[in-house]
Each structure stands twice: as structure tokens, then as C-alpha cells.
């Protein structure tokens, strides 16, 4: 279970170096790493031998490292990490990342951005709880299919203003930051998201709308929870309106949306709106 980052914590990522980046045209913070002697460590590990990722017909993928190589028949001689060698083709190898960038925040950067270097960095965040990765522009999501305590009040108020990077990858992040510009910029903004039936579009959807009357409520000195529980209600209501034109069972979901689903929100003067569309 994830805990609420406390205020200490903050205070201690501020104090503790990090600097601000320009990153796929938004500001970026870099936070500084905590431990740089574990890193060290298990980077002389890694440095050690040529690892790969190898092909297998039941796991996807397993780590092994190279110890011969034949370049004229195109084969290598792989020994596994769970014991036992192999002799394969190059085709069936990708490269391995060095252990510091297991469990990085952005895969964008990955030195080796292959997929098992993608599959693996999002396996390790899934066990740890993080079910948000950033992948340069976009946000992936992994549906954990249980309910995780990330999205309370105090998490909204945690990610309101802060900028990415700041706090770890979350949909709240990439709701504030198209809020942040539909203030600032005056104009509309909106939000796609996209995915295989049962990976969780639509309560992503309901999660960015949460957010955002919470927000947006909480600019008006007037506002109160009520009125925050009101805005949500009413937008939520639309969603089986929008369900009755079309849904249909899934392997992975019993009510599974047939309409792609995305919303815009605009500014107007004395009310934020926030409008769904089929």
C-alpha cells in the first residue's frame, strides 16, 4: 500500500539538490538520487559481463549474459541468471540497461529502448505499487485491478501546481499540468485516453474528472465540498447516457465501452466547465 507523501519528504527533495529541465516542452524536475553507492555497486555488478535479454517461449523474456560469440553464424552461447547455456541466434537478444535506470520514472530514458527493457521496467514499478510510468509524452498506465489508496484528497492537494517530476508519475500529474494550461494560456485543452478493452479507460476517466472539479472548485473561496460532490456527480451521470449507445462484454470486461471516449474542458469566466464527448 503507498503512503501519502509527507511534507518532510518534500521539503527534503528541495533542500537536497535536483534541478529543472526543459523536457518534450514543459519544465521538467530532475530529483537527485538517494543512494549513489548502491548504484555504484550494482552498476561494477552489472559491468561485470555482457547482459542481454533472451527470447523465451513461456516468460517473454529472461536475463542471461553473453559468454562466447560466434559473428560468423550469426549465433551467440548465452548463459541464463537462473542457471543453465544455451546457444542461440542474435536475432533472439536485445541489450540490457544498466540496473540504474530500473524502476526510472520516464522511459524515455532508457538507454535501450527495446521491449523487454520496456516490459521489464514496468513489472518492477507493478510490484512496487507504481501502476503510472511516464514514457516521454505520454503516461502509461498498467490496471492493477484492485483499488490502491493514490487518489484521496490529500493525493489531489499533493499534485496540485507541482510540476513533472516533482511527485511520481500519476494521472493527477498529467490532469494538473492541462489544467495548468487551460488557466494560463486561456485556451482548451483536452485529454485522450486509449487502450485494449479491461485496461481501466474508463476509471482513468473518472479519476482525471475527480481531479479536476476538485481543482477547479477549490479556486472559488465560495466552494465547498458539496458543491465539488455536485459538479462530479453531475458529469459522471452523463457517462451512461454515453454507455447506452453501445457496450458489449469483453474477455477482460463484462461492460466494456464501445465508444471512444475524451473530453474537453474550457475556461469561462465565472465557472470551469467540463464537457464529455462521444
Not at 87 to 99: G, L, R
Request: with cysteine.
Amino acid at each position: 500500500m503507498l503512503s501519502i507523501p509527507s511534507p518532510t519528504k518534500k521539503m527534503d527533495y528541495a533542500n537536497g539538490g535536483g534541478s529543472f529541465i526543459h523536457s518534450y516542452g514543459s519544465k521538467t524536475f530532475i530529483r537527485p538520487k538517494i543512494d549513489d553507492v548502491l548504484d555504484a555497486v550494482a552498476q561494477a555488478k552489472f559491468n561485470e559481463k555482457k547482459w542481454v535479454w533472451v527470447e523465451d517461449d513461456k516468460k517473454g523474456y529472461v536475463r542471461g549474459h553473453i559468454v562466447n560469440e560466434d559473428g560468423e553464424n550469426d549465433l551467440v552461447e548465452i548463459e541464463y541468471d537462473h542457471g543453465g547455456t544455451a546457444i542461440v541466434s542474435q536475432a533472439m537478444i536485445q541489450p540490457m540497461n544498466p540496473p540504474k535506470f530500473d524502476m526510472v520514472d520516464d522511459m524515455a530514458e532508457l538507454t535501450h529502448l527495446n521491449e523487454p527493457s520496456v516490459i521489464h521496467n514496468l513489472t518492477v514499478r507493478y510490484k512496487a505499487h507504481h501502476v503510472y510510468t511516464y514514457s516521454g509524452l505520454f503516461l502509461v498506465a498498467v490496471n492493477p485491478y484492485r483499488n490502491l489508496s493514490i487518489y484521496s484528497d490529500d493525493y489531489i492537494q499533493s499534485y496540485k501546481g507541482k510540476r513533472r517530476g516533482e511527485m511520481s508519475p500519476h494521472i493527477y500529474a498529467v490532469a494538473d499540468q492541462a489544467y495548468h494550461d487551460m488557466v494560463q494560456d486561456k485556451e482548451n485543452q483536452s485529454i485522450l485516453i486509449t487502450g485494449e478493452s479491461g485496461a481501466g479507460k474508463t476509471e482513468n476517466t473518472k479519476i482525471v474528472i475527480q481531479y479536476l472539479t476538485a481543482v477547479a472548485s477549490t479556486t472559488k473561496k465560495s466552494s465547498s465540498s458539496e458543491n465539488v460532490t455536485r459538479l462530479q456527480s453531475q458529469i459522471l451521470q452523463a457517462n451512461p447516457i454515453l454507455e447506452s449507445f453501445g457496450n458489449a462484454q469483453t474477455i477482460r470486461n463484462n461492460n466494456s465501452s464501445r465508444f471512444v471516449s475524451s473530453f474537453l474542458f474550457c475556461p469561462l469566466p465565472l465557472l470551469h466547465s467540463l464537457l464529455l464527448f462521444i
